[in-house]
């Protein structure tokens, strides 16, 4: 089993940075990918970036170009580096490991 938890969570002003961790414990062996989402009040889950056990990633048109995904194995960590942060980006934000496991969430709040 696997468990995931988020971390860096904040109040920023817009024009602000945050970085989030996602550390991972337990089978880990198991992850091949790290995916990070997020759910603003009132609105459905959606996916923000995700990184694969060789590096590639990917991001959604939301976000590309002010996050960057990234990992560091000897931690087992997973980080989302969010800068030119929008009122906008405000939101639960999760990881995923593409299967069944989901971290807590870290709360973010963009204030404008």
């Known amino acids: 089993q696997v468990q995931l938890v988020e971390s860096g969570g904040g109040l920023v002003q817009a024009g602000g940075s945050l970085r989030l961790s996602c550390a991972a414990s337990g089978s880990i062996f198991s992850i091949n990918t790290i995916l990070w989402y997020r759910q603003a009040p009132g609105k459905e889950r959606e996916w923000v970036a995700t990184?694969?056990?060789?590096?590639?990633?990917a991001y959604a048109a939301a976000v590309k170009g002010r996050f960057t995904i990234s990992e560091d194995n000897t931690k087992n960590t997973v980080s989302l580096q969010m800068d030119g942060l929008k009122p906008e980006d405000t939101a639960l934000y999760y990881c995923?490991?593409?299967?069944?496991?989901w971290g807590q969430g870290t709360q973010v709040t963009v204030s404008s």
């Open positions: 995923h490991d593409g299967g069944k496991n």
């Open positions: 990184i694969v056990e060789d590096g590639t990633t």
